[in-house]
């Protein structure tokens, strides 16, 4: 009676698993990030070049030793204080997209789309950009020793490191995760190797910088909100994980803890590095050097001191792999959104990744929109569905009016006309809203149409949530 019941079982398995496997799979993005490729993320792509090469913006501005570490202390709880924010709205609304999805639910489509369209086209293009071209100053320096690397080889190291990112995110979503966990663990490599020797030399009793740190200090209100936008500037990219939310795995416990660990982990590095920096550099010596971590491992780690631009390469190189795999979900949204064209939304039937978004993302190559296909709620529901993670409602309200102040004190302290243009760009992209998504033209679909259809099988591309056979 036993052997025939477990018999039975087994067949009622099998017959279970041919149907499960008969079933039609469906494409869509897929959880592979974990914790710790969560962790090595944010890390990943806030710590790029700045910390290295020229973190003397903030002592610049604050003129003093003591109100320098002060702010980039500041600057990390800022920035740990906004995330936690994030991470609500995160768990929250459990789409990808960073504050684009969490626009669009609050305030309408017209921020969003205001929001993709400054994003998208200006900063972070430029951003990534910038990364791409640090890194391939660093890594031409040494064959070019006592001048200045010839610019169309910097441009072509460059455009190969862009060419290279994009195939690795296009190719696969776990490949992009393990590339960008080895570079954010080299990076930390040398953030020890540079943490450990000040600590040797401070132990050594190298404290006379540290001695009346605050004498001679710049405290007014222009100089300390300058100093916030410099310090802040390198920590950007502590919403990172905010634009893969759709991609991690168990976001109700994964993105805050991954942002509780890794920007307070951060905001350590970056305090004992300007600490390490001072301890054999005056601050004047600081602003005048060219490379602030190459100067360190010159007075520090000679001769081993090429180890510093060699890390720092893959620093820039591990941040600019970051900006790409996240950058790439706000276009996938916005095309799902149909703030964008359609099959920028579309997902390799081979890889289940974003590729068109991504190689978009990267090439910038047009800048139509086209209306939605669909209405907007009509797909996959992100609400959540666990209860969401919840900071105090004075966290928010100090965030929002920390941020007021940066913003407004640097416009009334020096007025410029660079403010009104920032600000007639991202209205101008009202424009190509009301003509391309509002209004809903029909000559704009006749020229998508066919773009889609030519993409789509090009690519072997197919809107997310299709069965596949």
């Known amino acids: 009676m036993e052997e025939n019941s477990l018999r039975n079982r087994r067949d009622d ?19 592979e990030v974990g914790l710790l490729s969560g962790i090595c993320m944010i890390v990943g792509t806030i710590i790029g070049s700045g910390i290295f090469i020229s973190p003397k913006s903030v002592l610049s501005n604050t003129e003093a030793v003591g109100p320098c570490l ?60 910038i990364i791409c071209l640090s890194f391939s100053e660093y890594v031409s320096a040494p064959f070019y020793s006592g001048c200045k690397p010839p610019e169309a080889v910097v441009k072509c190291l460059a455009a190969a490191a862009i060419l290279l990112i994009t195939t690795v995110n296009s190719l696969s ?65 502590w919403n990172q994980l905010n634009y893969i939310t759709e991609e991690l795995r168990n976001p109700f416990r994964n993105l805050p803890l991954a942002i509780i660990i890794g920007i307070p982990l951060v ?40 180890v510093v631009p060699l890390f720092v390469a893959f620093s820039t190189i591990g941040a600019a792999n970051g900006t790409c795999f996240t950058a790439g979900r706000l276009v996938y949204v916005a095309g799902r959104e149909g703030h964008m064209l359609k099959v920028l939304s579309y997902i390799s039937v081979k890889r289940l990744t974003p590729a068109p978004a991504i190689i978009f993302y990267v090439s910038m190559n047009s800048g139509v929109k086209t209306p939605p296909s669909r209405p907007r709620g009509s797909g996959v529901n992100h609400r959540c569905t666990k209860k969401p993670m919840t900071v105090p409602i004075f966290i928010p309200i100090l965030v929002t009016l920390i941020s007021v102040f940066l913003v407004v004190a640097p416009i009334i302290s020096k007025p410029a006309w660079e403010y009104l243009y920032c600000v007639l760009f991202i209205l101008s992209g009202l424009i190509f809203y009301f003509l391309f998504v509002h209004y809903k033209f029909g000559w704009a679909q006749k020229i998508s149409k066919p773009i889609t259809m030519h993409l789509q099988m090009l690519m072997e591309v197919v809107p997310p949530e299709e069965a596949l056979e």
């Open 173 to 237: 979503v776990r490949l992009g995760s393990y590339v960008q966990n080895v570079f954010t663990g080299a990076k930390l490599v040398i953030v020890a190797v540079i943490i450990i020797g000040g600590l040797v030399l401070l132990a050594q009793g190298n404290t006379r910088n540290f001695e009346n740190s605050f004498e001679g200090a710049k405290l007014s209100v222009g100089a300390i909100s300058l100093a916030f936008y410099n310090g802040l500037w390198a920590y950007d990219g």
């Open 13 to 31: 398995e099998r017959s279970t698993g041919s149907i499960q496997a008969k079933e039609p799979k469906t494409t869509s993005l897929q959880k």
């Open 267 to 306: 905001t350590g590095c970056y305090l004992l590095m300007n600490v390490a920096y001072f301890t054999v550099m005056t601050p004047t010596e600081l602003l005048q050097s060219q490379a602030v971590a190459v100067t360190f491992g010159d007075r520090v780690l000679y001769p081993a001191s090429w």
């Open 70 to 129: 002060i702010i980039w202390v500041a600057c990390g709880v800022l920035a740990t204080l906004g995330a936690l924010c994030f991470a609500e709205l995160g768990t929250m609304i459990t789409k990808s997209g960073g504050e684009y999805p969490y626009l669009l639910e609050a305030f309408g489509p017209i921020p969003a789309y205001l929001f993709s369209w400054t994003s998208l086209f200006v900063i972070k293009p430029t951003s990534f950009a």
